[in-house]
């Protein structure tokens, strides 16, 4: 008796050092719109694999890549780590495990892995789609004398549509914040996407297609352009594109807005802000160029740290973050466009998503300002705000974007 | 025997503070200029790369821009310190309601630079308070933040009312130090009041003029991140971006801690520069 008691508090306290917590990171956990999708995650996880635990991590997200790369850099980091799809996650691709052939059945199930892949493999499980569209207010096109259901399909359509923004007066036609840039990103790739061939934007994202070729000065006379006509309101280099111009657009004071597909600035916010039966959306058209694209990646997605001793048990929390399952939360709660093929997204009942999700399936190209580097990006915002103060001609800003390095 | 464990004892006194300040401030400043030297990317990929970074900064437009608003910005110093000189000058003489100007140019001082940078957000922003306010007037709207003319005039602008009552306050307690026998006898001889004040009172006061110099010339170069971050994030363009906005981006936003340790030595270097020619001065003034 003595003997079995012994070896049952041995056993008793020997279970807790087989138990594994692994660490993960990541910029959104704290959302109220995500926590229940990480909530999810963690309890099937827990659930399938009984002693293992998941301890979040979320860092401020203008600092999250150098927390990430000074924590990664020391050997040490998480076990797993959040990534935006593009040139972000092909910086940290040198930490992540390759996780060809690591997936199972979810490999065939996942959208978006070219933006978390590179010619090696794939670094990263996709977990979003994220893209650009405009979203407009229909009873704003019915007070400026337009008709709701006839979105613009061209330039020279949305040109009509803000002609008679201005005519009215009341309301600026395009919805603009570039405080911080942002504005100029958005505008970036969704005038790309519609103008440029697969060609020219596969040229852009490989350094090849210079920002002084007609096809990239064609996107920033365009800014020009669309300022000097106004169809932005006045004072955009103050407003903050996060706050300041998708409130605006949410309390119908601007006619149209460049927004996102996924998780936030999209259809379900503004379908509860302004109710579904207002809010229309079109892919932005570009001047002079072909049939409107939408411009469209993965959006983010969790790479294992290679270096983790649990490297094993991280894929297999990855693959629980992106499975169909878990997944259905945060589109649900947050209205999340998820990588995962099979979400049932037949629950939907927003026009506007059903027009995206129908996109998605056929009209989706690179968004090209995913390709450009983090220093490109910066000179970019500083250029645009120049643009729109006229303090500098589309010469001059192309010339000073091809002096900074890719 | 008794000198030596007086020398211990003392030793002893001062190890923690020793100790402090060479982890807490040589220790990095020498990190940093180590890493200047490196490519540093943040993710351990550093290289040795000699005075690379430094070279780079001779063609940086951002960091030369940078270089510029830090000129504009202390050539306004005159006004950092001569206007809560002049606004003490007023409390000391006792204009009517003296305590409670004095406590309300001091409210600032406490409000952190987010909370004063979001106050003056609503209130600078193009659809704001003020242009609402000029509009009612008939005045047209500027965009006071986001226009390349205007952004580093508001920004400075801000900054003097979120720190100047600090200064107005040491410029009153040096003001009541003026010994009132000098004054006395300046008045008994037949100065008249200007007079008393440009050569009794402004003379005495000259090593605290001094001092708020130096502390406002250090605090305008190192503390102004906040209100950048919150009212103009640097822009538009480059026109309110100052050396330690750009470390910030360099560092944050570019993973590039080589480069910004680079500036940060720069920036390093230039504020020692300046505050040992300001202490001379005044180290001249206190032995002459």
Known sequence: ?406 | MARRSEQTTALLFVLPAIAMVGIFRMFPLVWGFLLSFTSGDGQGGSVWVGIDNYRQLTTDTAFHDSLINTAILLATLPVWVMLPLLLAILIHQGVPGGKLFRAVYFFPAVLSAVIIGSIFNVLLRYDGTINAALGSVGIEAVDWLGSGTTAMASLIAVALWSTFGMSVLIFMAGLSTVSSELIEAARLDGAKPAQIWWHVILPAMRPILEFVAVVTTIGVLTSMFGLIYVLTAGGPGTSTTLPEFLIWMEQGKMNRPGYASAISMVLFVGMAGLAYVQIRIMSRNANG
């Open chain 1, 1 to 406: 008796m003595k003997t079995l008691v012994l070896s049952l508090a041995l056993v008793t306290t020997a279970l807790p050092a087989f138990a594994t917590e692994l660490t993960v990171w990541d910029w959104k956990s704290g959302d109220p719109a995500a926590a229940a999708y990480f909530a999810k995650a963690k309890e099937v996880f827990e659930a399938a694999h009984p002693g293992d635990t998941i301890s979040y991590v979320m860092q401020p997200n203008d600092q999250y890549y150098t927390l990430l790369g000074t924590a990664l850099a020391s050997d040490g980091g998480p076990d797993l780590f959040l990534l935006n799809g593009g040139a972000q996650a092909r910086a940290r691709f040198e930490n992540a495990l390759p996780l060809d052939g690591k997936l199972g059945d979810l490999a065939a199930n996942l959208a978006g892995t070219a933006d978390f892949s590179e010619a090696t493999g794939l670094y990263a499980v996709p977990l979003t789609i994220q893209g650009f569209v405009v979203y407009y207010n229909k009873a704003l096109y019915a007070d400026a004398g337009l008709d709701p259901a006839a979105a613009p399909k061209t330039w020279d359509d949305l040109a009509k549509v803000c002609a008679a923004f201005i005519a009215k007066g009341t309301a600026p036609c395009i919805a603009l914040g570039n405080k911080e840039g942002f504005g100029m990103e958005f505008w970036f790739s969704a005038i790309a996407a519609s103008l440029w061939t697969a060609q020219e934007q596969a040229d852009f994202a490989a350094g090849n297609l210079a920002w002084t070729s007609p096809q990239v000065v064609a996107v920033l006379q365009g800014w020009v352009d669309a300022n000097a006509a106004g169809w932005f309101p006045k004072g955009a280099n103050s407003t903050a594109k996060f706050m300041d111009e998708y409130e605006g657009f949410m309390r119908g004071e601007t006619g149209n807005t460049i927004g996102l597909i996924s998780d936030v600035a999209h259809w379900k916010q503004f379908d509860e802000m302004l109710g579904a039966e207002n809010v229309g959306v079109f892919m932005m058209p570009a001047p002079g160029g072909a049939a409107a694209k939408l411009p469209a990646a993965g959006g983010i997605g969790y790479a294992v740290n290679k270096k983790s001793p649990n490297a094993d048990l991280a894929v297999e929390f990855a693959k629980t973050l992106a499975s169909a399952e878990v997944l259905q939360v945060f589109f649900a709660d947050a209205g999340a466009v998820t990588a995962n093929t099979q979400m049932d997204t037949s629950s939907v009942t927003s026009e506007a998503a059903k027009t995206i999700f129908g996109w998605l399936a056929t009209e989706t190209v690179p968004m090209a300002h995913a390709n450009a580097s983090a220093a490109q990006l910066e000179e970019l915002h500083r250029q645009s705000q120049t643009l729109l103060n006229g303090e500098v001609s589309v010469a001059d800003a192309a010339a000073a974007m091809d002096k900074v390095g890719k």
